[in-house]
């Protein structure tokens, strides 16, 4: 019989652990009173409430949630407009272009208009401000422009009634012409070339809706060319009266330099090219029946031209050529003159027949090209007899312009 196992002695807690367990047990003991007593803190305090003329900010309360109770101060995140402005809160208040205040120095005329151009201030302020709606700080009167706002009655230096080339500068221009014109233009004078650069010409597209003035380029016909590109000496498109067409000399119109000569066609083509010059033209004259002045500038091509110590000079065989071409519509006016008198819708106006001079530097200009190329598509003409009808068609061609502008104002 095996003896019962001997019974381990009793060892009592080692006092430390005790005190250690103890300890945190009074910890959380004294951490689940305080939750307790601030729980019954928070049931018993009286709540905040809006309208009792106490603005409780550890309830809550603010302006923004009680403005019955809390003033509005600087810092809230409220623009308070009765007390607040950008200067004297910045922190709350932050400039708004359109709130009908100029809040200097972040707002401006320039920066918001709206709030701070001031009519009558002697300061042109755009874009708020212009001559039509603050002719006081704004007028251009004496610019020589007819600007918005303006009119012959306000501003007579500048302006015409409608119809009558309203800007005083583009009068002086078209009176520089007419001038240039007087005693050459109408007959074969030695040298009746009229020069025009660039900028004159851009004036003149730009008022281009202008209604004092209309434009019109006659586009004669192509040259005619052997096969080795050599000029065959045909008729080289000048009339504007199909009877006019030389007889069929066995020249033919070529749209390549490649092309041989036809043998035949060329009155018939020519016949064609002149009809459509005569229609156009009898429709551009009988719109401006009443101009006081029709300015014929004829073109020719530069080839011919003289060079002498670097400078380019037109050839008198190129002026010759441009007069023949505007003596055509110049012929082909005094034809209309009987015609137009004959319904009772005279012609008066004095012709001018001028060479153009083609050294000037505005043949040469893109911009000059996309103004004519922009007239070309604007008479919308398929065949207008010079192939192919491009921008350099003006090698080629009688600018018109029919002026009905008052010119006595600028010595005319």
Known sequence: MQNPPSAQPYAPAPQGEDRRKSRI??????????????????????????????????????????????????????CDPAKETVLTCPADCKPT????????????????????????????????????????????????????????????????????????????????????????????????????????????????????YGTYFALFGCN??????????????????????????????????????????????????????????????????????????GTASRSGNLKESGRETMSDGNQKLALKRAGALESLLSRLRSEFATKGTPLDGKAFKVALDNTRQFFDAPEFLSMIQAQLDSLGRSDRGFKPTSANAVNRSVFVMAIKCDLSDVGL
């Open 224 to 297: 005619v060319w052997n096969a080795d590109s050599t000029d065959c000496k045909g008729f080289d498109s000048m009339y504007a009266d199909p009877a006019k067409c030389p007889v069929d000399a066995a020249f033919e119109c070529a749209t390549r330099p490649t092309d041989a000569c036809n043998p035949a066609g060329a009155q018939g083509r020519c016949q064609q090219y002149s009809r459509v010059i005569e229609s156009e033209f009898r429709d551009f004259a009988g719109k401006w029946r009443d101009a006081k002045y029709y300015i014929l500038l």
């Open 25 to 78: 047990q009074l910890i959380l003991l004294l951490l689940l009173l305080l939750g307790v007593l601030g729980a019954l803190f928070m049931l018993l305090r009286p709540g905040a409430v809006c309208g009792d003329s106490t603005c409780d900010e550890a309830g809550g309360e603010s302006f923004l949630v009680c403005a019955a109770d809390c003033p509005s101060r600087c810092g809230d995140g409220y």
């Open 97 to 212: 272009c359109g709130d009908g205040r100029c809040d200097a120095p972040s707002e401006s005329a320039i920066t918001c208009p709206k709030d701070c151009a001031s009519c009558g201030n002697g300061k042109c302020e755009p874009p708020a401000e212009t001559a039509a709606s603050c002719p006081k700080d704004c007028s251009t009167c004496g610019n020589g422009k007819c600007d918005p706002g303006e009119t012959g009655a306000s501003c007579p230096d500048d302006c015409q009634p409608v119809g009558k080339c309203r800007d005083k500068a583009f009068r002086q221009m078209l009176a520089r012409i007419v001038k240039d014109c007087e005693g050459a233009c109408g007959f074969e004078a030695k040298n009746p070339v009229v020069g025009l650069d660039l900028d004159q010409f851009k004036s003149i597209f730009a008022s281009k809706g202008d209604p004092g």
